[in-house]
C-alpha cells in the first residue's frame, strides 16, 4: 500500500500570518490516466470533515482563495496565504491514485 | 443543495451486525459512486470502501480491515446508500461517514458506531 506521510503534524500559526502543510507519498501519484488524484481535506473541531481541493490544485466551490494546492509526484504541499481563526482544525491529505485510498495521519493547526 | 444523512448508529456487541444507511438527497445519486469513511474516536479518517455507480458496474471496493465483514450496497430508486456490518470488532468502533464519489466531495454528519460487550 502507498504511504502517507505529512509534516508537521502540529502547527501553531499566528493569525494573518501564511501557513504550510507538507504532503508526500511512498508511490507517484500520477495515475495512468494522466491525473494525480491528490485531494486535501479540513476537518474543523467537532465538525465533518470537508474536501478544500482535489487533484492536487483544484479549489472546490466554497473555498476561501487562501487555500491553495501544488505539487507533483510524490510531494504535495497546501498553503494558506493568510490564517484566519475559521482555519483551525485538522488538515488531511488523501491519495485516490491507488488502492486503497488513504488519508494522511492529519495536521492540527491552532493558533499561537 | 447536495445532502447525505446516516443513520443506523448505535451500541452493538463483539460479534453481532449492525446496518447503516446513507439518504441522499440535491443530485442524481444513481449517476455517483458513494463511499464510506470512518473516524475512530481521537483519531485520523480510514476509508471503509465504496461502491460505483450501475452505469461503472455497480462493484464494491473494501479496505482489508473490513473486507469480508462489511457490504456496501446501494438502492436507487430510494437514493440510499448502505453498509451492512457483520462480526464486529471493538476497534470498528467509530463515527462513519457516508460520502459521495471516490473523491469524497460531499459529506454527511456521521453516525457513531461503538462496539462493545
Known amino acids: 500500500d502507498v504511504v502517507m506521510t505529512q509534516s508537521p503534524l502540529s502547527l501553531p500559526v499566528t493569525l494573518g500570518q501564511p501557513a504550510s502543510i507538507s504532503c508526500r507519498s511512498s508511490q507517484s501519484l500520477v495515475h495512468s490516466d494522466g491525473n494525480t488524484y491528490l485531494n486535501w481535506f479540513q476537518q474543523r473541531p467537532g465538525q465533518s470533515p470537508r474536501r478544500l481541493i482535489y487533484k492536487v490544485s483544484n479549489r472546490d466551490s466554497g473555498v476561501p482563495d487562501r487555500f491553495s494546492g501544488s505539487g507533483s509526484g510524490t510531494d504535495f504541499t497546501l498553503k494558506i496565504s493568510r490564517v484566519e481563526a475559521e482555519d483551525v482544525g485538522v488538515y488531511y491529505c488523501m491519495q485516490g491514485t491507488h488502492w486503497p485510498s488513504l488519508f494522511g495521519p492529519g495536521t492540527k493547526v491552532d493558533i499561537k | 443543495e447536495v445532502q447525505l444523512v446516516e443513520s443506523g448508529g448505535g451500541l452493538v456487541q463483539p460479534g453481532r451486525s449492525l446496518r447503516l444507511s446513507c439518504t441522499a438527497s440535491g443530485f442524481t445519486f444513481g449517476d455517483y459512486a458513494m463511499s464510506w469513511v470512518r473516524q475512530a474516536p481521537g483519531k485520523g479518517l480510514e476509508w471503509v470502501g465504496f461502491i460505483r455507480s450501475k452505469a461503472y458496474g455497480g462493484t464494491t471496493e473494501y479496505a482489508a480491515s473490513v473486507k469480508g465483514r462489511f457490504t456496501i450496497s446501494r438502492d436507487d430508486s430510494k437514493s440510499i446508500a448502505y453498509l451492512q456490518m457483520n462480526s464486529l470488532k471493538t476497534e470498528d468502533t467509530a463515527v462513519y461517514y457516508c460520502?459521495?464519489?471516490?473523491?469524497?466531495?460531499?459529506w454527511g454528519q456521521g453516525t457513531l458506531v461503538t462496539v462493545s460487550s
Open positions: 460520502t459521495r464519489r471516490w473523491s469524497l466531495d460531499y
